[in-house]
């Protein structure tokens, strides 16, 4: 099945920007989508569509996807941004279908 | 406003079978390209999807859990079930349903805490 390499951790100073790295083969090709999970919540959608943002995401959270990495980018980094990302993929072409990164901790310093 | 509830037992001892329940609304799974999927966290770890459901009734399974997974609807109740067997310590989780559309899901249920233990 598809795999979706993300760092396990970015550490970012407040009013910086963070990016948050998907890697993947030919993602480029492909649709991705991040989630921001705040300690003992659920996830909630921050970008679609490689750069899309769902109404109500503040415009500091921005995406981009080419070649064998998606990018999620935060910029103006706020203590309130610091959660856990996940970034996410549709393969079509796969029999297991939905996959998940492992998951990147934002710490804000 | 769309909401999922996940509704289920919080502890199953090894060897039985989990049923959880995701209750919607604020959307027909009957309309085109909406989907439901179980994603489920271990504590401490990342998401690990599991099942999704299409408005079509297509289904789609983990390779790694297949063998165990069942996914169903109920479009009148506006539900979606997920049955798991043979549960074992290790699939203590958080099991989550969410909305899909287009490819994202938005939004997720709150979660529920499911412990396997004897």
């Known amino acids: 099945s598809y795999v979706l390499t993300q760092p396990p951790s970015v550490s970012v100073a407040p009013g910086k920007t963070a990016r948050i790295t998907c890697g993947g083969n030919?993602?480029?090709?492909?649709?991705v989508h991040w989630y921001q999970q705040k300690p003992g919540q659920a996830p909630v959608l921050v970008i679609y569509?490689?750069?899309d943002r769902p109404s109500g995401i503040p415009e500091r959270f921005s995406g981009s996807n080419s070649g064998n990495t998606a990018t999620l980018t935060i910029s103006r980094v706020e203590a309130g941004d610091e959660a856990d990302y996940y970034c996410?993929?549709?393969?079509?072409?796969?029999?297991?279908?939905?996959?998940f990164g492992g998951g990147t901790k934002l710490t804000v310093l | 406003q769309v909401t999922l509830r996940e509704s289920g037992p919080a502890l199953v001892k090894p060897t039985q079978t989990l049923t959880l329940t995701c209750t919607f609304s604020?959307?027909?799974?009957?309309?085109?390209?909406?989907?439901v999927s179980w994603i489920r966290q271990p504590p401490g770890k990342a998401l690990e999807w599991l099942a999704r459901?299409?408005?079509?009734?297509?289904?789609y399974y983990s390779t790694s859990l297949k063998t165990r997974l069942t996914i169903s609807k109920d479009t009148s109740k506006n539900q979606v079930v997920l049955t798991m067997t043979n549960m074992d310590p290790v699939d203590t989780a958080t099991y989550y349903c969410?909305?899909?559309?287009?490819?994202?899901?938005?939004?997720w249920g709150q979660g529920t805490l499911v412990t396997v233990s004897s």
């Open positions: 459901i299409d408005w079509d009734d297509d289904k």
């Open positions: 969410a909305r899909g559309r287009d490819g994202s899901y938005d939004p």
């Open positions: 030919n993602i480029g090709s492909k649709s």
């Open positions: 996410q993929v549709w393969d079509s072409s796969s029999d297991h279908p939905e996959v």
């Open positions: 569509y490689d750069s």
């Open positions: 604020g959307f027909s799974l009957s309309t085109s390209g909406m989907c």
